[in-house]
Structure formats: structure tokens, C-alpha cells
């Protein structure tokens, strides 16, 4: 019964850090305003993934005893094993780009859709610190939170339902349906890389390859990044191509990955608390799919009725 009444104080934390979320994103508007979110971007995002994101996940180790080197599985992670998953998710991150553009794709059926893209860093010292606040701080915060905690919590459900989960929850705390697919995607494979190697690092090493090759993708295409494409069938066609010829490397990749991890991968735990609709419907997780849906509907709607 452990592992039951863990995941449902995991999921107040989950309450706790999208209502302490939401209020901030709220709060910052009305009292300073967008025009002075957007002056001090970096800033914002950095208090946003120490304060709200890894600090609540700290406390709640430390409230409930637990040791975070065993809990978060803190151990080394070894180069040819680190090599292989820059590898995976350089070429996951365009499949990752493309469902998010498919979406996009979609939801211009029903009107114009803007595309929030991370910022084009004007010079060196903006592309450093966007390196440091949007690839680096999420890749230790966030990974403390959702593959360190919500992973861990339930993979004594089973492993692969605990990958599913952590990525849902993951997919949704960006709170944007233009970019739910490709966090969903990313989130189930950064979860398959924690559970070959048995430790965190390969969760923060995937996740700041990825953020980093958005932000290295932007900084080498600020020239072009002003100019707006409409996508069409054939662009599509085209992107889904490309991202299937990746799909096959990826492939090639993940049975390397998995042939070189074969003598860490834990044994099946016994799973004496299976997920029951008790816990996954659990009433602070239905307020964090409740208030994703009517974000969803919103912005759905502006769309619909400009």
C-alpha cells in the first residue's frame, strides 16, 4: 500500500506545482504586465523552473524521508551510453517538431495559428544565456520533477505504464495543445532512457540535447526567422518523409541503445498496487486535465472565432 498512498500525495505535488503555476503566470501578467514579462523573459523562466518547478519537488522528498540519491537514482551514466542518447534525440527532436507542426497543421484548417517559438537570441550573450535558462535549468529541474518523483512513484505500477504516465503528465504541463505530441513523444523516450540505465543523468542529458538543439536551431536560422510559411499538403508530405527516414535511424538506435543497457535494466517489480482509476482519476490530477482541456477550448475557440 507504500507505493498506492505515494502516488497519491504525488499527485497533490502535481496539484500544488500547476495551481502555484497558473497563479504565477496570472499574477505576473496583472500586476507587471506582458510588456514587461517579455523584458525580463529569462528571468521569469528561471524563477519559474528553481521556484515552482524544483523547489516544491525538494520539499517533497524531504517532508516524506526520502533518500534522494536512491529515490532519484543518482548514479553515473557511462560515455558510449550518453553518446548513443544525443544521438536519439537529435533525430527524435525533428520527428518531435513534426507532430507538433501537424498539429499546427490541423488547427490551421480551422483559422491562423500562431506559432509561440522560443526566442531568436539577438547576439552571443543572449544565445548563452537562453543555453542556460531554457537548456539547462529545465533539464535539471524538470527532470528532478517528472522523471525523478512522477516516474519513480509509479514505476512500481510497472515500467512501461510509469513511462506512459510521467511523459502524459509531462506532455501536458506545457499547457499548449500546439505543442502536446511532440512532448509527449520526447517525454516517453527520456523515460525509456532512465529506465535502461537506471539513473537520472540520462534524463538530464536527453533533455538538455534536446532543449539545446531548439535553441542552436533558432540561433542558426535567425535570418529566416521573420518570414512566415503557411503549411500545405506538400509541406507535410515532405516533413513526414523526412521524419519517417529518422524514424527508421531512430530505430537503429534505440536497439543499440538497448543492446548496450541490457545488463542494467532492473528486474520486473512486483506490482502489488496496479493503477487504478483511484489514482489516476484522483481529484488534483482531474483539476490539472480540467484546466488543460479549457485552456485547449480557448484558445480552439480564439482560433475558431478571431
Not at 144 to 149: A, E, P, Q, S, V
Not at 186 to 198: F, P, S, V
Not at 256 to 265: N, R
Amino acid at each position: 500500500m507504500r507505493s498506492k498512498s505515494l502516488a497519491i500525495k504525488t499527485n497533490y505535488l502535481i496539484l500544488a506545482i500547476v495551481a502555484i503555476y497558473l497563479i504565477s503566470q496570472l499574477g505576473a501578467q496583472f500586476v507587471f504586465g506582458d510588456s514587461w514579462i517579455k523584458q525580463n523573459l529569462y528571468l521569469f523562466l528561471a524563477a519559474i523552473q528553481i521556484f515552482i518547478i524544483f523547489m516544491p519537488a525538494v520539499f517533497f522528498v524531504k517532508r516524506l524521508k526520502l533518500d534522494p540519491v536512491v529515490f532519484l537514482r543518482i548514479r553515473k551514466i557511462t560515455v558510449p551510453e550518453a553518446f548513443l542518447i544525443l544521438l536519439m534525440i537529435v533525430t527524435a527532436n525533428f520527428i518531435a517538431s513534426f507532430l507538433n507542426t501537424f498539429v499546427v497543421f490541423l488547427l490551421e484548417l480551422a483559422g491562423s495559428v500562431k506559432v509561440n517559438g522560443i526566442p531568436v537570441p539577438a547576439n552571443i550573450s543572449d544565445l548563452w544565456i537562453q543555453i542556460l535558462v531554457i537548456a539547462l535549468l529545465p533539464s535539471i529541474c524538470e527532470e528532478f520533477f517528472f522523471r525523478g518523483i512522477i516516474y519513480r512513484v509509479f514505476e512500481s505500477m510497472g515500467s512501461w505504464k510509469a513511462i506512459g504516465i510521467s511523459a502524459f503528465y509531462f506532455a501536458l504541463f506545457h499547457f499548449d495543445i500546439r505543442n502536446l505530441l511532440g512532448p509527449l513523444f520526447l517525454g516517453m523516450l527520456i523515460a525509456w532512457c532512465c529506465y535502461r540505465t537506471g539513473t537520472i543523468f540520462a534524463g538530464v542529458i536527453a533533455h538538455f540535447v534536446n532543449n539545446l538543439t531548439a535553441v542552436l536551431a533558432g540561433w542558426f536560422s535567425r535570418d529566416l526567422a521573420s518570414e512566415f510559411m503557411r503549411l500545405t499538403w506538400d509541406t507535410m508530405r515532405q516533413m513526414f518523409a523526412f521524419a519517417c527516414f529518422l524514424g527508421i535511424v531512430l530505430l537503429i538506435l534505440l536497439n543499440s541503445f538497448k543492446a548496450l543497457t541490457e545488463k542494467k535494466v532492473p528486474k520486473r517489480l512486483p506490482q502489488s498496487d496496479p493503477p487504478t482509476l483511484s489514482i489516476l482519476l484522483h481529484w488534483p490530477v482531474c483539476f490539472f486535465y480540467g484546466t488543460y482541456l479549457i485552456i485547449c477550448i480557448m484558445f480552439v475557440t480564439s482560433i475558431c472565432l478571431p
